[in-house]
């Protein structure tokens, strides 16, 4: 069975305005959108740009927004009339691919890593808290910052709870020597109006798990 | 005007190996260029389950000399026993060192090390340690020591080709893909840390498309050894349905637990006792069964795990699933179903392609058959033999970037840079594709190449089967001279897909004729026209490079 599915489509070398193009792709068992743009170019359109990875949830390289919710193109199922569009406020390379070497450039500037330890040859002793783990397991698809209403990436790609979790991570990280809470109120931490906007594909409580960490005053 | 970029180091591939190599080699005061297709430490180290081998725990009776027999063992005598002792040797200190990048392992109360309570099959003790958040907190940690360390990181940019002199590599050229825009990348030392080649087999593979043998085919095209390519490692389960989840991983042999029985079609049980046997013997038997008509309406067998939760002994394995296997009971429910996922129905499985033991045939610091050229981790073969055991692939990964960081920084001292008139033609290549106005589109004759290599090239083979894959593969090869390819500069997928396309068709030609030339069955390497492994001569190891455009192929005894 045949479906129709639109799709943002943006060059910001040739193309004024991003558009909407509309392709029938086949549907069967549990057919899922990357399953849909990757027939798209293979067979229909090879000008599609797409990001992808895995294909099973791992990695977070094709989140989308579908009907205007990111979610992951590997397990979201498409459905006839679906609107499937780049994650909002993220930087547009072209089509549904995003810029993420803001990302990396940002790990620098804010000194996302432990000092240097000094090298015994065997593992230290650490402790942390079972949250320290949840935060680890974030897949950096960006859904949280293209769904925080304060985030501008144009204004600054850092500011945004993206990088919170990663603040709070090593906030709970005993080898960590940088004040995280307060790299955190200078990203802009203390404008977060507790609005709940912001979505985690994977389930993690951001109000509760990131700025629950990064609120108290660090006694 | 093109832009070049000059360092003492180049490290092609951003995987647990390319990172450790270019903080290595930036530590020890090389100036470090590290490119990477996707964005940085994004290959399949981030999508692991995040679980490494360490080193034995002496304490509980296990030793070093029983973690080198172990690996040699499951390996079926192919590896190179001095790779093995150097990982298994420095299995600690390279646990210690992705530590000190900022990662935490699996920790007791007391906040020492913990090993995992059950060893992954063919090891004989845990060697064990998970990570808490899986492989993406590993990727996390490669980002941020890429980050602290002094490196210029070229994200999103594909290596198209080595650049050599005399005999030598100098270098490399490479697309970056956001703009399109080539480069020429001189070094002193080139490392390649590209991972392995899992893509050969799409969609019946659980690594990242990313992962298409350009390990193998840069160093082919350098001139360099690759070593027993035939080895390519099956994970026995892998997920059948539906299409969006084919090549999903659901377990390597301790998933089975004490009790876990592979079924046919017949409900008969064809396997048993499966929990301590190598992942190569396991895959063995399913292919094996489905060559007999044995497999379900999906095209596997089925994965019976009921009579563990039937014993006690069963009840404390199947505890200990739910605790370390949480990734995998979470894509078998995706696609079976909650009752699957709490072991009440079996699961239908298929062999998945998951990791190269083949590769660049180096010494134990790394250095390839061509000087200036190294190589670490999957790229790099003889460590795992004919069979790899489960988590020692990131043991590998840093032990031996490690390793291939230090010696490439400490070689590349008296050397001197290529002059960039070398990069003209190649990189005059790499300008002509785009817009190219042939008549075959590099994606077609991907998926062509894929769907040959896993009917003819795959878990099961034969030499007629094997003869007639090389003919299509250089049929192939033909039709790669003649791409169409849209004339879009930005992210042009179809860019890409011509860069990789000869990577794979060259490690394609290296896989299909090791496994013609070993006339026996060794590891994962199993020919349905010689099913016994010949255990009369000496072992001999597969190895071939590339000379006047021939896969030219020697065979050498194993050392000891």
Same mark, same amino acid.
């Given at each position: 069975?045949?479906?129709?599915?639109?799709?943002?489509?943006?060059?910001?070398?040739?193309?004024?305005?991003?558009?909407?193009?509309?392709?029938?792709?086949?549907?069967?068992? @549990?057919?899922?959108?990357?399953?849909?743009?990757?027939?798209?170019?293979?067979?229909?359109?090879?000008?599609?740009?797409?990001?992808?990875?895995?294909?099973?949830?791992?990695?977070?390289?094709?989140?989308?927004?579908?009907?205007?919710?990111?979610?992951?193109?590997?397990?979201?199922?498409? @459905?006839?009339?679906?609107?499937?569009?780049?994650?909002?406020?993220?930087?547009?390379?072209?089509?549904?691919?995003?810029?993420?070497?803001?990302?990396?450039?940002?790990?620098?500037?804010?000194?996302?890593?432990?000092?240097?330890?000094?090298?015994?040859?065997?593992?230290?002793?650490?402790?942390?808290?079972?949250?320290?783990?949840?935060?680890?397991?974030?897949?950096?698809?960006?859904?949280?910052?293209?769904?925080?209403?304060?985030?501008?990436?144009?204004?600054?790609?850092?500011?945004?709870?993206?990088?919170?979790?990663?603040?709070?991570?090593?906030?709970?990280?005993?080898?960590?020597?940088?004040?995280?809470?307060?790299?955190?109120?200078?990203?802009?931490?203390?404008?977060?109006?507790?609005?709940?906007?912001?979505?985690?594909? @994977?389930?993690?409580?951001?109000?509760?798990?990131?700025?629950?960490?990064?609120?108290?005053?660090?006694? | 005007?093109?832009?070049?970029?000059?360092?003492?180091?180049?490290?092609?591939?951003?995987?647990?190996?390319?990172?450790?190599?270019?903080?290595?080699?930036?530590?020890?005061?090389?100036?470090?260029?590290?490119?990477?297709?996707?964005?940085?430490?994004?290959?399949?180290?981030?999508?692991?389950?995040?679980?490494?081998?360490?080193?034995?725990?002496?304490?509980?009776?296990?030793?070093?000399?029983?973690?080198?027999?172990?690996?040699?063992?499951?390996?079926?005598?192919?590896?190179?026993?001095?790779?093995? *002792?150097?990982?298994?040797?420095?299995?600690?200190?390279?646990?210690?060192?992705?530590?000190?990048?900022?990662?935490?392992?699996?920790?007791?109360?007391?906040?020492?090390?913990?090993?995992?309570?059950?060893?992954?099959?063919?090891?004989?003790?845990?060697?064990?340690?998970?990570?808490?958040?899986?492989? %993406?907190?590993?990727?996390?940690?490669? *980002?941020?020591?890429?980050?602290?360390?002094?490196?210029?990181?070229?994200?999103?940019?594909?290596?198209?080709?080595?650049?050599?002199?005399?005999?030598?590599?100098?270098?490399?050229?490479?697309? *970056?893909?956001?703009?399109?825009?080539?480069?020429?990348?001189?070094?002193?030392?080139? %490392?390649?840390?590209?991972?392995?080649?899992?893509?050969?087999?799409?969609?019946?593979?659980?690594?990242?498309?990313?992962?298409?043998?350009?390990?193998?085919?840069?160093?082919?095209?350098?001139?360099?050894?690759?070593?027993?390519?035939?080895?390519?490692?099956?994970?026995?389960?892998?997920?059948?349905?539906?299409?969006?989840?084919?090549?999903?991983?659901?377990?390597?042999?301790?998933?089975?637990?004490?009790?876990?029985?592979?079924?046919?079609?017949?409900?008969?049980?064809?396997?048993?006792?499966?929990?301590?046997?190598?992942?190569?013997?396991?895959?063995?038997?399913?292919?094996?069964?489905?060559? *007999?008509?044995?497999?379900?309406?999906?095209?596997?067998?089925?994965?019976?795990?009921?009579?563990?939760?039937?014993?006690?002994?069963?009840?404390?394995?199947?505890?200990?699933?739910?605790?370390?296997?949480?990734?995998?009971?979470?894509?078998?429910?995706?696609?079976?179903?909650?009752?699957?996922?709490?072991?009440?129905?079996?699961?239908?499985?298929?062999?998945? &392609?998951?990791?190269?033991?083949?590769?660049?045939?180096?010494?134990?610091?790394?250095?390839?058959?061509?000087?200036?050229?190294?190589?670490?981790?999957? &790229?790099?073969?003889?460590?795992?033999?004919?069979?790899?055991?489960?988590?020692?692939?990131?043991?590998?990964?840093?032990?031996?970037?490690?390793?291939?960081?230090?010696?490439?920084?400490?070689?590349?001292?008296?050397?001197?840079?290529?002059?960039?008139?070398?990069?003209?033609?190649?990189?005059?290549?790499?300008?002509?594709?785009?817009?190219?106005?042939?008549?075959?589109?590099?994606?077609?004759?991907?998926?062509?190449?894929?769907?040959?290599?896993?009917?003819?090239?795959?878990?099961?083979?034969?030499?007629?089967?094997?003869?007639?894959?090389?003919?299509?593969?250089? &049929?192939?090869?033909?039709?790669?001279?003649?791409?169409?390819?849209?004339?879009?500069?930005?992210?042009?997928?179809?860019?890409?897909?011509?860069?990789?396309?000869?990577?794979?068709?060259?490690? &394609?030609?290296?896989?299909? %004729?090791?496994?013609?030339?070993?006339?026996?069955?060794?590891?994962?390497?199993?020919?349905?026209?010689?099913?016994?492994?010949?255990?009369?001569?000496?072992?001999?190891?597969?190895? %071939?490079?590339?000379?006047?455009?021939?896969?030219?192929?020697?065979?050498?005894?194993?050392?000891?």
């Amino acid at each position: 069975m045949n479906i129709e599915i639109s799709i943002r489509r943006y060059d910001p070398d040739t193309d004024p305005e991003p558009r909407w193009d509309d392709y029938a792709v086949p549907s069967g068992d @549990r057919t899922t959108v990357l399953e849909a743009l990757t027939y798209i170019y293979e067979e229909l359109d090879p000008t599609l740009a797409f990001g992808s990875g895995c294909r099973f949830g791992s990695c977070g390289l094709c989140a989308v927004e579908v009907n205007g919710q990111p979610r992951m193109a590997c397990s979201a199922g498409i @459905r006839n009339g679906m609107k499937i569009a780049p994650l909002a406020g993220m930087p547009v390379l072209r089509d549904l691919v995003i810029d993420r070497v803001a990302f990396f450039e940002g790990l620098r500037k804010l000194r996302i890593f432990i000092g240097e330890q000094s090298e015994s040859g065997e593992p230290q002793i650490v402790r942390v808290p079972k949250l320290h783990a949840r935060l680890a397991a974030c897949v950096e698809c960006l859904a949280c910052n293209s769904t925080c209403p304060a985030y501008d990436f144009d204004k600054d790609p850092l500011a945004g709870p993206y990088l919170l979790v990663k603040l709070a991570q090593l906030q709970l990280d005993p080898r960590n020597t940088i004040d995280r809470r307060k790299q955190a109120q200078d990203l802009g931490m203390s404008d977060c109006t507790d609005c709940r906007s912001c979505y985690c594909i @994977r389930g993690l409580d951001i109000r509760r798990d990131v700025l629950g960490v990064l609120m108290g005053d660090g006694s | 005007m093109t832009h070049v970029t000059r360092s003492d180091v180049l490290v092609i591939g951003s995987g647990g190996a390319g990172v450790m190599a270019a903080v290595e080699a930036a530590n020890a005061g090389a100036s470090v260029t590290i490119i990477s297709k996707e964005p940085l430490g994004y290959g399949d180290t981030r999508i692991s389950l995040g679980v490494m081998s360490t080193s034995p725990d002496t304490s509980s009776g296990d030793s070093e000399e029983q973690f080198a027999e172990d690996m040699i063992r499951g390996g079926e005598g192919l590896n190179d026993p001095k790779l093995v *002792r150097t990982l298994v040797n420095e299995a600690l200190e390279a646990t210690a060192t992705f530590e000190a990048f900022g990662h935490i392992f699996d920790r007791d109360h007391d906040g020492r090390l913990k090993r995992g309570l059950v060893p992954p099959g063919g090891h004989r003790a845990s060697r064990t340690i998970g990570s808490p958040g899986a492989g %993406v907190s590993m990727g996390h940690t490669m *980002r941020s020591a890429a980050a602290r360390a002094d490196l210029d990181v070229l994200e999103q940019t594909v290596c198209s080709e080595l650049l050599v002199q005399d005999g030598e590599v100098v270098g490399a050229t490479a697309l *970056r893909m956001p703009s399109g825009e080539p480069l020429a990348l001189l070094a002193k030392s080139t %490392v390649i840390a590209a991972g392995g080649a899992g893509s050969l087999y799409y969609p019946h593979t659980d690594c990242m498309p990313s992962v298409t043998g350009d390990s193998y085919g840069l160093a082919l095209g350098a001139g360099a050894e690759l070593v027993d390519m035939e080895q390519v490692q099956y994970l026995p389960f892998g997920i059948t349905h539906p299409p969006a989840l084919l090549g999903a991983p659901c377990g390597e042999p301790v998933v089975a637990g004490p009790f876990g029985r592979l079924l046919n079609n017949k409900g008969e049980a064809v396997l048993e006792n499966i929990m301590p046997m190598t992942r190569a013997q396991v895959a063995r038997a399913i292919v094996e069964e489905i060559g *007999r008509g044995g497999a379900t309406e999906h095209g596997g067998l089925l994965l019976d795990l009921r009579p563990n939760l039937e014993s006690p002994q069963g009840e404390f394995f199947v505890k200990a699933l739910r605790k370390a296997g949480a990734p995998i009971l979470s894509v078998v429910r995706r696609a079976y179903g909650r009752k699957a996922a709490d072991l009440e129905e079996p699961w239908d499985v298929l062999p998945t &392609a998951h990791y190269n033991m083949g590769g660049i045939k180096t010494d134990e610091w790394c250095r390839s058959s061509v000087p200036t050229l190294y190589a670490c981790g999957q &790229a790099q073969g003889g460590v795992m033999g004919g069979n790899r055991l489960g988590s020692t692939s990131l043991t590998e990964i840093f032990v031996f970037g490690k390793r291939a960081g230090r010696t490439a920084a400490r070689e590349a001292s008296g050397r001197q840079h290529a002059d960039q008139k070398l990069a003209r033609e190649p990189l005059e290549k790499l300008r002509a594709l785009c817009g190219s106005p042939g008549t075959h589109r590099p994606i077609h004759l991907k998926r062509a190449l894929q769907r040959l290599m896993w009917e003819r090239v795959g878990p099961l083979r034969e030499a007629t089967g094997l003869e007639a894959a090389l003919a299509e593969i250089e &049929a192939i090869e033909e039709q790669a001279r003649d791409l169409q390819i849209s004339e879009i500069r930005r992210c042009n997928t179809e860019v890409a897909d011509a860069v990789e396309l000869p990577h794979m068709l060259a490690t &394609a030609r290296a896989i299909a %004729v090791s496994a013609l030339a070993r006339t026996e069955s060794r590891g994962a390497h199993v020919r349905s026209d010689f099913p016994e492994r010949d255990d009369a001569g000496p072992v001999s190891n597969m190895i %071939v490079r590339m000379r006047d455009g021939e896969c030219k192929l020697r065979r050498a005894v194993t050392s000891e």
